[in-house]
Nanobody, 119 residues
Framework: QVQLVESGGGLVQPGGSLRLSCAAS????????MGWYRQAPGKERELVAA???????NYADSVKGRFTISRDNAKNTVSLQMNSLKPEDTAVYYC?????????????WGQGTQVTVSS
């Protein structure tokens, strides 16, 4: 059994900052790529940022230069520092991780955390 638990969402004014965190727990052998996705009302879920176990990163064009993804392999955590937030960043943000267990490997998701950017 694997759990991804997110924290750090909330309401922030345009131009403000938030930091999201996600911790993975369970019978984990290895965590491969970790990432953050978001889904706004009426839109499909989209990749925001991803980071490999070797710390290579990938960002959506819309967040480049504003968001920074990082991870702590020893603690099985991934974080997303979001600066210069815009109203269009409003969405539910989901943590994702590709995890290898003793018997299988696959993608796991957190429950989602709401980020609202509004004045």
């Amino acid at each position: 059994q694997v759990q991804l638990v997110e924290s750090g969402g909330g309401l922030v004014q345009p131009g403000g900052s938030l930091r999201l965190s996600c911790a993975a727990s369970g019978s984990i052998i290895r965590i491969n790529t970790m990432g953050w996705y978001r889904q706004a009302p009426g839109k499909e879920r989209e990749l925001v940022a991803a980071i490999t176990s070797g710390s290579s990163t990938n960002y959506a064009d819309s967040v480049k230069g504003r968001f920074t993804i990082s991870r702590d392999n020893a603690k099985n955590t991934v974080s997303l520092q979001m600066n210069s937030l815009k109203p269009e960043d409003t969405a539910v943000y989901y943590c994702n991780a590709h995890i290898t267990l003793w018997t299988k490997a696959g993608d796991y998701w957190g429950q989602g955390t709401q980020v609202t950017v509004s004045s």
